[in-house]
């Protein structure tokens, strides 16, 4: 018969803090009358984090020890989430800095219909020293902000390692990093998949042991993750603005000269604005390659973008990009041939010129790009 829920706790070197939280484990399971199991993933530990745990198989009937070779907060939880058994699935950091005699908060929003649960530690009792300036004040503020902003997510701390969710959403949501960044994949793929989503508050104390947190790099992958699953604000609106601004002043400045603050402007701004162009579209290119990406090989969907991806086949892009890049060569031409005809001497042709240049560009650009994203759009098996 399975049990009610898994605990699940991965660790890597963390002899100092095993003991005490299996200990506390053992406490919240008789205290709460739990039908639990729990799971230790050893992340590849050096030192007695395993034999620490065997030791506590006294005090806990269902305590499984499992081996994760390859190190990584991530993949240590997907090991641990293939053994689990139990219809509910509670995770927490092997650091003691959560109360595992919480658990029941957590269980009770479950039960009450939520798919899955996060703790807040800012709205409950955080002791002194149990999380650092920079983090409390900077980064995970900032990053939970962006979270809530970009994907309508409301929790307020994306980051807490203590959470619950149903055994079964695994089968609607398939995660897949293994690194830190894992903590902000579960939050942003549960709600993609319109999962329900609520958060408690809770205690959260300074660790036993030391912190395996780099905070740049790890703040880095968070906020990679984050912007890889939300193209639309690092490259579409942004390429967008630039494009459009470019499209604009470019057709404007190439049939007059005006005057600002009594200086004539003749071709030199066109410079400006074809590079604008150009790195407007390759952005909006970007935003097309990651969400791709995301689609096909982190499991996210986008009906929109999936159904635009069958109607723009790499057959009608490289068409439209060789029609731009013969139009930006017969415009040379032209200028070419009224050289010619003008026996040589000097033309005013530079805004023509930089048309020409632009379009060629961008045909290039379209051409190759075609080609990355059908590569980026080969579906993994």
């Known amino acids: 018969m399975h049990p009610k829920i898994s605990i699940i706790i991965p660790c890597l070197n963390e002899e100092e803090a095993i003991g005490p939280c299996l200990e506390e484990i053992s406490g919240a399971i008789n205290k709460h009358n739990l039908d639990a199991e729990v799971i230790v993933v050893d992340n590849n530990s050096s030192d007695k984090t395993t034999e620490i745990a065997e030791s506590k198989k006294c005090l806990l009937a269902q ?5 994760e070779v390859q190190e990584g907060y991530g993949l240590a939880y997907l090991q641990g989430f293939r053994q689990a058994k139990g219809e509910y699935i509670f995770m927490a950091d092997a650091d003691s800095s959560y109360d595992f005699y919480e658990i029941n908060k957590f269980l009770d929003k479950l039960e009450g219909g939520d798919d899955l649960v996060i703790g807040n530690r800012f709205s409950g009792s955080m002791k002194k020293g149990a999380m ?19 994907f309508n997510i409301k929790i307020n701390d994306i980051h807490c390692g203590a959470r619950a969710f149903r055994t079964d959403i695994l089968n609607k949501v398939n995660f897949k990093t293994g690194g830190m960044e894992f903590a902000s994949e579960m939050i942003i793929k549960a709600k993609k998949a319109d999962l329900k989503i609520s958060e408690v508050p809770i205690a959260y104390r300074p660790r036993l042991g030391k912190s395996k947190l780099n905070s740049l790099t790890d703040g880095w992958r968070h906020l990679r993750f984050i912007l890889l699953y939300s193209p639309l604000l690092l490259f579409l609106v942004p390429g967008l603005s630039l494009i459009s601004i470019g499209f604009g002043a470019m057709i404007f400045f190439y049939f007059k000269n005006p005057e600002i603050f009594g200086i004539k402007l003749y071709v030199h701004p066109l410079f400006l604005f074809s590079l604008m162009i150009i790195l407007g579209y390759q952005l909006i290119i970007f935003s097309a390659f990651s969400k791709i990406y995301a689609i096909n090989h982190l499991g996210d969907k986008d009906k929109l973008i999936e159904s635009w991806f069958k109607k723009i086949t790499i057959e009608k892009a490289g068409s439209l990009a060789i029609v731009m890049i013969l139009i930006g060569v017969l415009i040379y031409l032209i200028i070419f041939a009224n050289w010619i005809n003008s026996g040589f001497s000097s033309l005013n042709a530079i805004k023509s010129s ?3 240049l632009t379009l060629i560009v961008l045909g290039v650009q379209t051409f190759f790009s075609a080609f990355m994203l059908s590569i980026l ?4 098996k």
Do not use: C, D, Q
């Open 354 to 356: 930089i048309v020409a």
């Open 132 to 150: 650092t300036w920079l983090h409390r004040y900077i980064g995970n503020p900032i990053l939970s902000r962006l979270v809530k902003l970009l």
């Open 377 to 380: 759009g080969i579906k993994e």
């Open 63 to 67: 305590l499984l020890i499992v081996k």
